[in-house]
């Protein structure tokens, strides 16, 4: 059963990844009771996934999709008050997966405890550089501020934390403010597989919750944010009144360098009616600081039950999660913050 995303005529915006259709009539992972793992925050067993899963990255090793979502516990009632791990799935086919019994990244136990606890960790991206590392943007959050923080692996299921990306930078602005969310430059390799990308000869990432931000990087983990003429953060992208978009931007899954530009996929959400929708802007390659195009009407909304059903009832397709696998593109989301949903496109690879 294939399911439409809602299409919009794209015949004027070439440049736009998709079209996507959901290819299955349900969410691919959801909430287990049954997962158990001895938690070092807590010193006892815990049901990490026992309340919600959701907001997925994605990537590729030896051949199968790997997703990391986020899990939720049962420790608390409402958005944002329950303990966050990152769980561990796989999948042949981008649909079927199998699903680790216990989460591969999680706070407590490993020194960076003033960040990580008790809220956890939040909502990542993924990409791989060309010889084979992979680089985790993800938010930790103790319940006072959310930070952008960057993780290392070459296996995926081992993780090395390198605390907050922003740590710092421009004299240090941003060591006790609200950071999230982060969309690493990539592009596609010979083998068709997406890769780190660097961009005037550093690696460039998107990033922001309210508005995008471009910063820039020499090693992956450490990063400055471009600022504008008076020394303030270089906002890019911000919201648009009477759109679907108007009440924040918020970055996605990594950004693909194509022919025509830098594709971002981005998630907005709706002053209107609260839900989050997802669009894409094109940035001018020379100059990623310049929008080149933007969608006017979202790519891809919440239209299924189990994208309005959930913590999250005003509706969401949070997107975090982009690969390129088998010529297809599949894009990972989240389902009203709390299943994982997945569309496919096999259209185009720009």
């Not at 815990?46 to 990537?59: G, H, I, L, Q, R």
């Not at 090793?61 to 516990?73: P, Q, T």
């Not at 799935?89 to 999680?106: K, N, R, T």
């Not at 997406?194 to 508005?211: N, P, Q």
Request: with cysteine.
């Amino acid at each position: 059963m294939i399911i439409s995303c809602g299409r919009t005529d794209y015949s004027d915006a070439q440049w736009v990844l998709g079209p996507f259709e959901r290819p299955v009539s349900d969410a691919i992972i959801h909430p287990d009771a049954e997962a158990v793992f001895n938690c070092p925050m807590r010193n006892e067993p815990v049901k990490w996934m026992e309340s919600d899963t959701f907001n997925p990255a994605a990537t590729v090793k030896d051949g199968k999709i790997v997703i990391l979502f986020r899990s939720e516990d049962n420790s608390a009632t409402g958005i944002g008050s329950r303990t966050s791990r990152i769980g561990y799935a796989e999948s042949s086919d981008g649909m079927e997966v199998s699903i680790l019994p216990e989460p591969v990244l999680f706070p407590g136990g490993d020194g960076w405890e003033e960040l990580d606890c008790p809220g956890g960790i939040e909502d990542p991206r993924v990409a791989r550089t060309e010889d084979g590392l992979y680089v985790m943007l993800y938010t930790s959050f103790n319940r006072k501020v959310a930070r952008l923080c960057v993780a290392t692996s070459r296996d995926l299921r081992h993780w090395e934390k390198h605390g907050p990306a922003f740590k710092g930078a421009l004299g240090g602005i941003l060591d006790d403010e609200w950071t999230k969310s982060a969309s690493i430059v990539t592009r596609l390799d010979d083998n068709g597989d997406m890769v780190i990308d660097k961009i005037g000869g550093k690696y460039l990432m998107y990033w922001g919750e309210s508005f995008i931000n471009p910063a820039t990087s020499d090693d992956l983990i450490h990063w400055t944010p471009m600022t504008d003429s008076d020394g303030e953060i270089l906002q890019v992208v911000t919201p648009r009144e009477g759109h679907f978009d108007s009440d924040l931007t918020e970055c996605g899954p990594p950004a693909v360098h194509t022919k025509d530009g830098i594709v971002l996929i981005y998630n907005g959400k709706s002053h209107e009616n609260k839900s989050y929708s997802a669009g894409q802007i094109l940035f001018d390659a020379k100059d990623p600081t310049k929008v080149l195009a933007r969608l006017d009407e979202p790519f891809f909304k919440p239209e299924l039950p189990f994208e309005k059903t959930g913590q999250y009832v005003d509706g969401t397709v949070f997107c975090e999660g982009l690969v390129h696998h088998d010529g297809k593109w599949f894009l990972y989301y989240g389902c009203a913050d709390s299943m994982v949903g997945v569309a496919v496109c096999d259209e185009n690879t720009r």
